[in-house]
Structure formats: structure tokens, C-alpha cells
């Protein structure tokens, strides 16, 4: 089955800043990459998420980049804000999968 | 996008009883999931909820432990029975429509 690995853990940005979260996935069939972010006590929020036959999706501040040859995909968010702080997961949509499998999660922290 | 609903929104329980956790969907959908995130962990399916059929469930995880009903393309429930303290959790209700998947608030489990 599809296995999602994600780094880093933790990222600490100063505000304004970027950052930038990667995750690699292991089935070459997956066609299917989405970003959720969650905050304390909430569900999961999709943000953004990318289809294997792109490789780039912007939407605002907020973007995501996907190389299949490589097996690996980023997040990317420009002009960080305090309302960014949270913990971000990638999750892959593996061939022949209906859910989803996700990586363990970034915090990001957004330094005022 | 579509707006997930999920009672309880969190529940204190004793082991050895069972609680049953409600989803339901603003809209009519085919696929439905239910996912469950220990503490300070990612989340992880427990099983795809099919309509007018039994759930399909994911390596680790039995039906007789989880069992699922779909009645309809708009609610399903899961239910966690003979409960120990390593099943609190954060149940998630999931599903797929255009092509994306959304989540649900989550239930918030304790075992005591």
C-alpha cells in the first residue's frame, strides 16, 4: 500500500516569512495529493491539493509543487500569519485506494 | 464542498461499553469513510462506509470491534464497542465529492 512520509515535525517561521513542508510517497499509481490543515480541536480543513497530471497549484499565499519522477510533493506558503500556526498533514490517494493515507503531520508555528 | 455534521462531538465513556458515533452529509455522496486520529497522532482509515453493503475495513481493523452502517447516501454511523482506554481517539468522518475529500468536526473519545 501507499506509504506517506513528511518533513519536518516542527517548523518555526518568523512572521512574513515562508514555509515550506515536503512529503514523499511511495506507490507510483497515486494520482491524488491533498493538504489539510487542523486546528486544536477541529477536523481536518482542506487547503489545496494537487492531481498527478499538474505540477504546480497556487491559490493565494498558499501553494503546492509535485515532481511524480521523484515521488515527492511541497506546500508552500508565502507571507506567513499568526492565523497560520497549526498542524499541517499531506495525504496520498494511492492506485486503486478510495482513502486516503497520510503523512504524520508538520506544527507550524508562526513567530510574531 | 460538502458540510459534515458528526454527534456526539465528544463523549467520556467507562471500558467494556460501546458508543456509537453519528455522521451525516448536506448532500447525497458515494463514498464515506471513517478515520480515527489518536492523541497527538496523524490519522489513520479505519474503513470505506458502502452503501446497501458491508464496510470494507483497513488492516488492524475488524468489524466486530467497528462496526459501520450506511443506510443511505446521506448518514452512516460507526460504532466502538467493548471500549478500553486505547481507543481514545478523535473519530473522523470523511467523504469524497468532486473529487476531493472533506472531514468532518471529529468526536473526540475518552476512555476512562
Known amino acids: 500500500g501507499e506509504n506517506v512520509e513528511q518533513h519536518p515535525s516542527t517548523l518555526s517561521v518568523q512572521e512574513g516569512d515562508s514555509a515550506v513542508i515536503k512529503c514523499t510517497y511511495s506507490?507510483?499509481?497515486?494520482?491524488?495529493f491533498p493538504w489539510y490543515k487542523q486546528e486544536l480541536g477541529k477536523g481536518p480543513q482542506l487547503i489545496i491539493d494537487?492531481?498527478?497530471?499538474?505540477g504546480e497549484k497556487k491559490d493565494q499565499r498558499i501553494a503546492v509543487t509535485l515532481n511524480k519522477t521523484a515521488k515527492h510533493f511541497s506546500l508552500h506558503i508565502t507571507e506567513t500569519q499568526p492565523e497560520d500556526s497549526a498542524v499541517y498533514f499531506c495525504?496520498?490517494?494511492?492506485?486503486?485506494?478510495?482513502?486516503?493515507?497520510f503523512g504524520k503531520g508538520t506544527h507550524l508555528i508562526i513567530q510574531p | 464542498s460538502a458540510v459534515i455534521s458528526q454527534k456526539p462531538s465528544r463523549d467520556i465513556c467507562q471500558r467494556g461499553t460501546s458508543l456509537t458515533i453519528q455522521c451525516q452529509v448536506d448532500?447525497?455522496?458515494?463514498?464515506m469513510f471513517w478515520y480515527r486520529q489518536q492523541p497527538g497522532q496523524s490519522l489513520t482509515l479505519i474503513a470505506t462506509?458502502?452503501?446497501?453493503?458491508?464496510?470494507?475495513?483497513e488492516s488492524g481493523f475488524v468489524i466486530d470491534k467497528f462496526p459501520i452502517s450506511r443506510p443511505n447516501l446521506t448518514f452512516s454511523t460507526l460504532t466502538v464497542s467493548n471500549m478500553s482506554p486505547e481507543d481514545s481517539s478523535i473519530y473522523l468522518c470523511?467523504?469524497?465529492?468532486?473529487?476531493?475529500?472533506?472531514f468532518g468536526p471529529g468526536t473526540r473519545l475518552t476512555v476512562l
Open positions: 495525504a496520498g490517494l494511492g492506485g486503486g485506494a478510495d482513502g486516503l493515507t
Open positions: 448532500s447525497q455522496v458515494t463514498m
Open positions: 470523511s467523504v469524497a465529492a468532486s473529487d476531493t475529500q472533506y
Open positions: 462506509a458502502n452503501q446497501g453493503s458491508e464496510a470494507t475495513y
Open positions: 506507490d507510483s499509481a497515486s494520482n491524488y
Open positions: 494537487i492531481r498527478s497530471n499538474v
